[in-house]
């Protein structure tokens, strides 16, 4: 790994798994996990041995749905785990049954923290939010929910886990950050812009969790509840943010209308922002399909795109993790967030590949204006080989050109008072 603060954002399809990767020799953070072949993938090819930190944003199987499995390997192969953030999100009729995914989940973690494996804590803050790590120029916090909204939901139950769904912040010494936002609804948001102020004023510290660079938005770019929030909509929440570039984690093959275009309209504000799609919907291109090889070729310089390249074996993943039979089609595919002082690197990067193809579709969510006539589309790079030591080789030399890329445009992240 580089010397910066790195976020990975994993094309895992309708689903989301982050990895948060820190400057030195620190141990990577892993946030929400719901295709445990690509998070293996991942820690395996870059030699990731030890986590300092696990963080699970809500106990919704989009979110969960990989990281027992993820878990058990490796712990197995011998890899090293120090701290679990989670929440008991749902009521305990909704636990009853221990043959259930969530109930399994919180008991196995239960197990593996009485035999030490690593400490187990709660994801949520009490009077400010929760440093989940920190080191020389850099801080990864909780900054939602509180105590006291999951306490609400362990009663509510279900219909209410997204309302205490776990919001991450990341930033550096400048206090530029990224936000990773769950499934959060307008409500936790302005829970948030709230702070320590009193009744619905908005505080000045409120203002300064929000703003961000970067920002993975909510609940895939679900539609907006406005009715509950209050005084907050959806796009005075993305004017407050401020963000240059937005991440949505999407699969191809939702059913939920994802993402939405209102939540896409306000997130983008006119232009100001621009909006990266891990995978490919219909509301972008009326047969996703017909693109996807050339997509997959392209959407390789992040990383391997493992989801749609490989199929696992039965023994080497359980059945929710497989590959679905449905084929799915990257957009921008894996995303990754550099923090370079009072800048952000981003791959895929503006002007490149993605944006030749976002620009050669007919009235893309992201692109404000008009419809735009079809052209050709751009030229694809050529597809990594599938396996072996090609495979191993094409990866290599993809990274070695992005790594010097990165090299030419980095500048020093300044210390405070410097």
């Not at 203002?207 to 770019?221: D, K, S, T």
């Not at 191993?392 to 410097?418: E, F, M, N, S």
């Amino acid at each position: 790994m580089e010397d910066s603060l790195a976020i990975y954002f994993l094309d895992v399809g309708q689903g989301d798994c982050s990895f948060i990767v820190p400057p030195g020799e620190e141990g990577p953070i892993l946030f929400d996990c719901k295709d445990s072949l690509v998070a293996r993938h991942f820690v395996a090819d870059h030699n990731i041995r030890k986590l300092s930190a696990v963080v699970v944003s809500h106990l919704d199987q989009d979110h969960i749905g990989g990281l027992l499995n993820f878990l058990k390997n490796f712990l197995r192969d011998g890899g090293q785990i120090e701290q679990v953030f989670i929440n008991q999100d749902r009521s305990p009729d909704e636990l009853r049954n221990p043959e259930g995914p969530k109930r399994r989940l919180l008991d196995q973690l239960d197990a593996w923290a009485g035999e030490r494996h690593f400490e187990l804590k709660a994801a949520n803050w009490e009077g400010a939010p929760k440093v989940v790590r920190a080191g020389a120029g850099w801080k990864v916090s909780i900054v939602f929910p509180a105590f006291r909204d999951v306490s609400r939901t362990q009663v509510l139950g279900e219909h209410a886990a997204n309302k205490v769904s776990v919001v991450l912040r990341v930033e550096n010494a400048l206090g530029e950050g990224v936000l990773i936002g769950s499934d959060a609804p307008l409500l936790a948001w302005e829970e948030i812009l709230r702070g320590s102020a009193s009744g619905n004023r908005s505080s000045q510290e409120g203002l300064q969790r929000l703003r961000a660079g970067v920002v993975r938005i909510p609940h895939h770019g679900g539609r907006f509840n406005e009715k509950e929030s209050g005084s907050l909509s959806g796009q005075k929440l993305y004017e407050h943010i401020r963000a240059s570039t937005a991440v949505c984690s999407v699969g191809t093959r939702n059913t939920y209308g994802h993402p939405h275009p209102e939540h896409v309209k306000a997130t983008v504000r006119g232009g100001s922002c621009r909006l990266l799609c891990t995978q490919l919907t219909h509301a972008c291109h009326p047969q996703p399909e017909r693109v996807r090889m050339t997509r997959i070729a392209a959407a390789s310089g992040v990383e391997y795109p493992y989801r749609h390249r490989i199929k696992p074996l039965k023994e080497q993943a359980p059945p929710r993790d497989r590959v679905p039979r449905k084929p799915e089609v990257p957009c921008a595919g894996s995303i990754m967030v550099n923090l370079l002082g009072d800048q952000f690197d981003i791959e895929p990067a503006f002007g490149d590949w993605h944006t030749e193809f976002v620009e050669s579709l007919r009235g893309p969510l992201c692109q404000s204006g008009p419809p735009k006539r079809p052209r050709k589309g751009p030229a694809s790079p050529p597809a990594p080989a599938p396996g072996g030591g090609l495979l191993k080789t094409a990866i290599t030399a993809l990274r070695a050109g992005l790594a010097a890329r990165r090299r030419q445009q980095r500048r020093p992240v300044q210390q405070p008072g410097a």
